[in-house]
């Protein structure tokens, strides 16, 4: 079972008249789905502005005039710990790309710092890290 990571807003509050106190299981678990479906999509989009303010996103026309921006895809986000998106870079990217503006993308994502790791042909992992796990280990 998949629950929302911590930290995701969850609506709480009294209970309507409707509603017992006690909600059956696959309810809640139907809830913290639709909870972590609106979080990962959320997070996506984050993603897109993000790669747009860091200048990894492809500005286009389309034939109709029409203003599109083509930001590197995510194929799908761990909870984690740490949270992990696997992303498809564009035609023409390298992961050093994304590694060279590693600290613009954190501060886009809203994390200290990010790790990025190489996941296939033109796919990368992005680590969404909360504290720098080397330095910890080493003031330890």
Same mark, same amino acid.
Request: avoid cysteine.
């Given at each position: 079972m998949m @629950? /929302?990571?911590? &930290? /995701?807003? $969850? @609506?709480? &509050? @009294?209970? !309507?008249a409707s509603h017992s106190w006690w909600t059956p299981r696959w309810l809640q678990r139907q809830r913290e789905d639709r909870e972590l479906a609106r979080w990962a999509t959320e997070l996506g989009w984050q993603? !897109?502005? $993000?790669?747009? &303010? /860091?200048h990894l996103a492809h500005h286009t026309r389309t034939a109709g005039g029409l203003y599109h921006i083509a930001a590197p895809l995510v194929h799908s986000v761990d909870p984690g710990p740490p949270v992990t998106l696997l992303v498809e870079m564009l035609p023409g990217q390298i992961m050093e790309d994304f590694q060279s503006q590693a600290h613009r993308i954190a501060e886009g994502m809203g994390v200290p710092l990010v790790r990025i790791a190489p996941s296939g042909r033109g796919l990368i992992e992005v680590g969404l890290l909360d504290h720098d796990s080397l330095r910890a280990a080493m003031t330890r």
């Open positions: @629950r /929302v990571p911590r &930290g /995701v807003p $969850t @609506r709480r &509050g @009294r209970p !309507s993603w !897109s502005e $993000t790669m747009d &303010g /860091v």
